[in-house]
């Protein structure tokens, strides 16, 4: 079993920055994929950014590519968002997700936090 923790969310203006960031229990953090998705209001949650076990590969959404960047701290059992140059289109709940395998897809994933809501203004 593991948990997952997301914080770091708040209001901020568009063009600027935030950091999310998912605390996991367990001793067992780094033997997973770890990713993040997103849901606005009215839409379907979609994948944002994963990073492989050992935080070598990353992988982005075309919307976010350049402007996001993912990582993660096995000693600390953490992985992070940092979000920048952030639009309104981005606002949404932030979901950290845990999965065994490295599919991309909500339906690949075996573990979720609550989110996280962050909101830009124009």
């Known amino acids: 079993q593991v948990q997952l923790v997301e914080s770091g969310g708040g209001l901020v203006q568009a063009g600027g920055s935030l950091r999310l960031s998912c605390a996991a229990s367990?001793?067992?953090?780094?033997?997973?994929?770890m990713n993040w998705f997103r849901q606005a209001p009215g839409k379907e949650r979609e994948f944002v950014a994963a990073?492989?076990?050992?935080?070598?590969?990353?992988y982005y959404a075309d919307s976010v590519r350049g402007r996001f960047t993912i990582s993660r701290d096995n000693a600390k059992n953490t992985v992070y968002l940092q979000m920048d140059k952030l639009k309104p289109d981005d606002t949404a709940d932030y979901y950290c997700a845990a999965a065994r395998l490295g599919q991309r897809t909500k339906d690949g994933m075996d573990y979720w936090g609550k989110g996280t809501l962050v909101t830009v203004s124009s």
């Open positions: 367990g001793r067992t953090f780094s033997s997973y994929v």
């Open positions: 990073i492989s076990r050992g935080g070598i590969s990353t």
